[in-house]
T-cell receptor, first 109, second 115 residues
Framework: GQNIDQPTEMTATEGAIVQINCTYQTSGFNGLFWYQQHAGEAPTFLSYNVLDGLEEKGRFSSFLSRSKGYSYLLLKELQMKDSASYLCATLDSNYQLIWGAGTKLIIKP | ETGVTQTPRHLVMGMTNKKSLKCEQHLGHNAMYWYKQSAKKPLELMFVYSLEERVENNSVPSRFSPECPNSSHLFLHLHTLQPEDSALYLC??????????????FGAGSRLTVL
């Protein structure tokens, strides 16, 4: 079957670094997305990886290893506004999105 | 207005009521989606419309009925719902549908409570 695993909840301190992991098992692979969703708001696109390696976008970076079925989202210099849920989703061989249940990130002062 | 707009933001209904959720996108996108979001569960795709073609998740009960009169508007008609249908219903759009790595633009959702 198709499956995406990510931690349910994580806590980190303002100014620190946090890594949110996502592992996947899907029928084929056409890339992996990360979305951010603040409570009561729309999910918003953060990144898309289809090739192995690290892609950096400001304070946020996303890593992909296709051979390991693994991705992570790295958030640096954490700010209180980074408190949100982070959703991992892969595109399978039919270009269908398979979603994880999301990781709720809590930032403490 | 820009982006994807959903109304109402909150809806409480009884099991015998009939109501509709509305979604509108001002992005010129050609595909629109309905997702169900329940606490601590993955997003569940309900329906996709792309260039007048519809794809639906076969597990969605018939008490949910979508309507897409044009590429900018999407409705979800609700009738005789059950309490387990209480959830956040998210609308999304993308430039194209059914193929390619499409980035979704979501609305803020309609929070539905069924009593």
């Amino acid at each position: 079957g198709q499956n995406i695993d990510q931690p349910t909840e994580m806590t980190a301190t303002e100014g620190a670094i946090v890594q949110i992991n996502c592992t996947y098992q899907t029928s084929g692979f056409n890339g992996l997305f990360w979305y951010q969703q603040h409570a009561g708001e729309a999910p918003t696109f953060l990144s898309y990886n289809v090739l192995d390696g690290l892609e950096e976008k400001g304070r946020f970076s996303s890593f992909l290893s296709r051979s390991k079925g693994y991705s992570y989202l790295l958030l640096k210099e954490l700010q209180m506004k980074d408190s949100a849920s982070y959703l991992c989703a892969t595109l399978d061989s039919n270009y269908q999105l398979i979603w994880g249940a999301g990781t709720k990130l809590i930032i403490k002062p | 207005e820009t982006g994807v707009t959903q109304t109402p933001r909150h809806l409480v209904m009884g099991m015998t009521n009939k109501k509709s959720l509305k979604c509108e996108q001002h992005l010129g996108h050609n595909a629109m989606y309905w997702y169900k979001q329940s606490a601590k569960k993955p997003l569940e795709l309900m329906f996709v419309y792309s260039l007048e073609e519809r794809v639906e998740n076969n597990s969605v009960p018939s008490r949910f009925s979508p309507e897409c009169p044009n590429s900018s508007h999407l409705f979800l008609h609700l009738h005789t719902l059950q309490p387990e249908d209480s959830a956040l219903y998210l609308c999304a759009s993308s430039e194209t549908g059914f193929s390619g790595a499409n980035v979704l633009t979501f609305g803020a959702g309609s929070r539905l409570t069924v009593l």
